[in-house]
């Protein structure tokens, strides 16, 4: 017999009775994944107390407006039609504030009323370049982690202080293991020299601080993990490391994004036809984690931390190359397959190209098929009357080329075996509300889903317009091949005019082809 107790527990969700009547505060919910994390909050945990957001002023809007401005955002429909707009005002609390400024920008009666309100924190503020100045990625990262960890000590009421990190912050380890590791340098020395020196003499020093981390971001994330290591022991905290963080796989709009980082922008540069070549190691593979998936897991360890009071388990690795490996030649065949089945409007060229172990043979292509096409069509488009834009794009692909190069040659592999232990304690009904696995995932149909969701909502290109689209792609097919044909003539033509031996093969087997044909 099944106990009482057991089968109420197959019945119920449990996640949801977790978070029932918390006051939660969010830092980084304007992002990718705090806006996800926001509405999964709103459309699932309803009995949710109150959801306070930290928002700065931005270009030129205060923080209200630009919640209001997440709210009307496609992510948002269908929990507004679930709840209402009014209701999900109500909801969500605006707390004025900046994690980069001492302080954090808070007002003294902001910050009593955080203190003595909030049981839950969520900290995911942070500058996610990769070419961030040194002195702002460590002012936000990790000053702003630094200052996030005092208030939390602060807070009366205090159950969970979640810091999202990222599995790429531990470079020199191959296998990334669930536990803590040292920071590169001491964070608070660091923090103590970024702000009373220059912004110039940082910038001078840059290379040197970070020895052989290659950029700001996995730097001063690793110094953040540092900070939360020193908290473990004082606060109830729990690190998160989710991996490259994609677009919604299922829910609430599959293939949603706002941003074209990682894959999706490879979709994009080689569905427009601007990316032609690329220096990869096309048998490597890189961990991607779908966003929908990624919320899941960071309610899944919360639930598990302070409703299950695991204290064993304070890190956890939200990754997935474990079970599924996905190379970056797979990616760009998929994507290819799809793009021509879905393809974008006004590409400027057929979409082709290939990776290139050769760093040499992928700077020779880059300069013959993205910087003399691009100063080409400039120059068209100068004469028509326009401002140039093709040498620009090129330029930001390049430098998108300096980050992903390193990572693209590297290979690293997760552990997450804390993760799959949570996932074995969830009954029926959060194994599907709070799906951690991909059992049914179609990768194609996955991709598919990520390119019809990027032409509406990053490259504003509606359906309607996907006829037209696929005509113009199968000119530019066409005009590929013309132009292959009469470059192959205009080499032979070359090698003839340069070579009296070679031009002397040319007539001897044109001779014997005419006697052949003649008999």
Not at 86 to 97: M, P, Q
Not at 125 to 143: G, H, Q, S, Y
Not at 296 to 325: C, P, Q
């Amino acid at each position: 017999m099944v106990s009482e107790t057991k089968m109420e527990e197959q019945i119920h969700d449990r996640i949801a009775l977790a978070f029932k009547d918390q006051n939660i505060l969010v830092t980084g919910g304007t992002g990718f994944l705090g806006k996800v994390l926001v509405e999964k909050f709103l459309r699932c945990l309803p009995e949710v107390r109150q959801i306070y957001m930290l928002i700065r002023p931005k270009k030129g809007k205060d923080p209200k407006n630009r919640m209001d401005d997440i709210f009307n955002s496609p992510l948002f429909e269908k929990v507004k039609q679930q709840r209402g707009l009014a209701e999900l005002r109500k909801s969500v609390t605006v707390v004025n504030g900046d994690v980069s400024m001492l302080g954090m920008g808070l007002s003294p009666e902001d910050r009593k009323m955080l203190c003595e309100k909030i049981d839950i924190v969520y900290h995911g503020a942070a500058t996610v370049r990769f070419d961030e100045l040194l002195k702002k990625a460590v002012l936000l990262n990790t000053r702003g982690t630094k200052q996030m960890l005092e208030l939390a000590k602060e807070m009366k009421h205090l159950k969970l202080f979640a810091h999202i990190s990222t599995a790429y912050c531990h470079l020199e380890e191959k296998i990334l293991r669930e536990k803590s590791y040292p920071p590169p340098a001491d964070p608070h020395k660091i923090i103590k020299c970024i702000e009373w020196m220059d912004d110039e003499v940082v910038e001078a020093m840059t290379d040197k601080i970070l020895g052989d981390i290659p950029n700001t971001y996995a730097f001063t994330k690793a110094l953040s993990e540092g900070l939360i290591e020193e908290a473990m022991p004082h606060i109830p905290v729990i690190l998160l490391r989710p991996s490259v963080v994609i677009p919604v796989w299922k829910e609430p709009v599959p293939g949603w994004t706002d941003n074209i980082n990682g894959p999706t922008g490879l979709l994009i540069g080689a569905g427009k036809g601007v990316i032609r070549t690329m220096y990869c190691d096309e048998n490597g593979y890189a961990d991607y984690l779908p966003v929908d998936i990624a919320v899941n897991a960071i309610l899944a360890a919360s639930w598990n931390y302070f409703y299950l009071h695991d204290d064993e388990r304070r890190v956890f690795n939200l990754t997935s190359s474990n079970e599924y490996k996905v190379s970056w030649a797979e990616i760009i065949a998929r994507g290819r397959k799809i793009t021509e089945k879905v393809p974008l409007n006004g590409v400027v060229w057929y979409p082709g190209g290939s990776m290139k172990k050769s760093r040499l043979m992928h700077n020779i292509c880059f300069l013959l098929f993205h910087m003399i096409p691009a100063y080409l069509i400039d120059t068209l488009i100068f004469l028509a009357g326009y401002k140039p834009i093709m040498c620009r794009v090129q330029r930001r692909i390049r430098k998108g080329f300096e980050v992903f190069e390193y990572y693209a040659n590297h290979q690293w592999d997760f552990d997450n075996s804390n993760m799959y232990k949570v996932r074995d304690r969830f009954n029926s009904v959060e194994y599907e509300k709070y799906q951690l696995h991909g059992n049914d995932l179609d990768i194609d149909g996955y991709f598919e889903s990520c390119i019809r969701a990027a032409r509406i909502f990053i490259l504003n290109e509606q359906p309607e317009t996907l006829p037209a689209a696929r005509r113009h792609l199968r000119i530019m097919y066409w005009v590929d091949v013309l132009t292959k044909i009469l470059c192959f003539v205009f080499l032979i033509y070359l090698l003839a005019s340069w070579s009296e031996s070679f031009r002397a093969l040319l007539t001897g087997c044109w001779a014997i082809a005419k006697q052949t044909l003649s008999h």
